[in-house]
Each structure stands twice: as C-alpha cells, then as structure tokens.
C-alpha cells in the first residue's frame, strides 16, 4: 500500500470549533423584526465570529470579539494558548478585556497580530497596553507581530493568509491541513 506524505510526518490532531459566524451585530440583530431575528431556529442564533483550534493539546483561539466570554463559557474552555487576530475590526476584537479570567488562571496571554492591529489595539485599549500606572486587575498580553511568514506557537506552526477584506488587509491562518478565513472580499490567486 502507498503511503501518504503526511505518513512520515508527527501525527497532529487539529480540531476547530467554529464559535460564532454572525454578521458585525450579532443574529438578531437588537432590535429587529425581520423574521430571521425573530425566528426561534437555534440557526438563527449566530454569535459574532470566532473559532477554535485545538492541535493535541494546544488550544489556539481566533478573534475575540464581543460575544467571547459567552463562546467561552458555552464551550466550556478553561484554558487558552493563544489568541489569534484576523484583523482589527471591533466584532473581532471587542472582548479583549474578557481575555482576563485566562489571564488570572494561567498569566500573560500570548496574542499574534499584524503590527496594524496592535496599533489599533493600543489606542483602543490603551489601560492594557499602557506600561505606565497600570491599575490591578488588567490583563498583560504578550503581543507577537506577525508579517506573512510562517510563525510557530508552542510548536505548532501557524502559516498567514493575506487577503483582502475591502479597505483593509485580514489574514486568515492555515495550521496543518487546516485553514481558516474571514471577512474575505478577494484573494490573490
Ligand atoms: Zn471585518
């Protein structure tokens, strides 16, 4: 029998969690009486996107918009190794204060961006960032900068898809067979 490459290689077992696939406003929408809002199809109930890679026992989350800490609990995750950004819009980025409950359980949380959206974040969420008179209680997150080339992640090697999102660049990210997109207007072929 032929064997396949990935024969030789370590075996590593990628599981992803989709978290949330909602519009920037979350399904429903506040407020609305479009059917769909007011439809009681658990389908109609969409959280702000987000998701979960999870390689043996490493647990990669992307995005961490405003509906994380709900996707957290739902999904029962006591533990994170990393945090993932796609790109700076809010419904990706929101909840970055929610990262806190990791932050006390396990301490500074590894978080991999675009240097465009770490600049974005320090000016959104300046008391995390700041290094000066930081009040207790905030998360200190261990930013990594990502370009385009493949970085690695307790072992886990994590390759950048640029694309374009439509006024803004968004990366998505391949981990083994695995690859995961969002907010994608077009991609380079
Ligand atoms: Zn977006």
Redesign the pocket.
């Known amino acids: 029998m032929k064997k396949s490459p990935y024969f030789y290689k370590t075996f590593m077992e990628v599981k992803i969690t989709i978290l949330g696939t909602g519009t920037?406003q979350g399904i429903p929408v506040i407020g609305s009486s479009h059917p769909v809002c007011l439809s009681d199809n658990p389908k109609d109930k969409r959280l702000r996107v987000s998701a979960m890679i999870e390689v043996n026992d490493k647990r990669l989350i992307i995005d961490c918009g405003p509906d994380f800490r709900q996707q957290m609990l739902s999904n029962k995750v006591s533990s994170i190794d990393a945090v993932l950004f796609?790109?700076e819009?809010a419904?990706?980025t929101a909840g970055l204060d929610d990262l806190r409950p990791f932050y006390f359980r396990q301490g500074d949380l590894h978080c991999y961006m675009t240097s465009r959206v770490h600049e974005a974040l320090k000016e959104r969420f300046n008391y995390i960032f700041t290094t000066a008179n930081k009040y207790p209680g905030v998360a200190t997150l261990e930013v990594h900068e990502f370009i385009n080339d493949t970085f690695t992640v307790d072992g886990i090697e994590v390759t950048p898809v640029l694309a374009d999102?439509g006024y803004?660049p968004?990366h998505g990210f391949r981990i083994e067979n695995v690859a995961y997109m969002?907010?994608v207007k077009t991609i380079a072929q």
Request: avoid cysteine.
């Open positions: 920037s796609t790109h819009h419904d990706h999102h803004i968004v969002t907010d």
